[in-house]
């Protein structure tokens, strides 16, 4: 399956509904003999994970993907890799667990050790569905806040309250450009938070 877009809302102030990780978890699932392995991870750490552990499983059969990630413009951006299980029975029930949860910017990997009996389409289905329910069950969730960098500027003078004033709001300076008249800062953090600047 590739990549698909779709649209969807914002989240507002407080909403709680979607949430994220900021760290790996994992969960599992046995089903006659074949066993999966789900790693649930934060959307940075997809690619890593991806290629260790398609290093470190090398025996297995199948290391099935689904990611969701919101892009600025406010669309999600998700997918569901098969990875050789045939079309439709990994890759996409694994991106429904991640949809109803209502999780973004994170990824659940699946890897797949065949136990010799064959699961047929609805078996595999809910044996990968249930892995990936199986990590977020065990997961920390946190709720999601969009990120944004923010551009701000003082004389001399007003600098240093600026940064108490940034640093009181939990935010992340990114960079400092100091000018003739002052600094500007770059600073990163929570929409909300932001906003409050």
Not at 107 to 132: D, E, N, P, S, W
Not at 134 to 139: K, S
Not at 143 to 162: G, R, Y
Not at 169 to 187: F, P
């Amino acid at each position: 399956m590739e990549a698909a877009s779709q649209a969807i809302p914002l989240p507002g102030t407080g909403d709680t509904s979607i949430k994220t990780v900021t760290s790996e978890f994992e969960g599992f699932l046995e089903d006659r003999k074949s066993r999966f392995l789900a790693h649930l991870v934060p959307l940075d750490l997809f690619e890593q994970r991806l290629e260790e552990l398609r290093k470190e499983h090398r025996k297995a059969n199948h290391v099935v993907t689904a990611h969701r990630r919101l892009l600025d413009d406010g669309r999600i951006e998700e997918s569901g890799k098969d990875d050789g299980e045939p079309a439709g029975t990994s890759g996409m029930p694994t991106l429904r667990v991640l949809q109803g949860a209502g999780l973004i910017n994170c990824a659940v990997l699946i890897v797949r050790y065949f136990g010799g009996t064959k699961l047929g389409g609805g078996g595999l289905a809910r044996a990968y569905a249930g892995a990936a329910q199986d990590a977020i069950a065990n997961a920390e969730l946190v709720p999601f806040q969009k990120m944004l960098v923010k551009q701000v500027s003082a004389d001399f003078a007003a600098s240093s309250e600026l940064e108490r004033r940034i640093d009181g709001l939990g935010l992340t300076v990114l960079s400092r450009d100091y000018t003739e008249d002052g600094v500007t800062l770059t600073v990163e953090g929570p929409e909300e938070v932001l906003a409050a600047l």
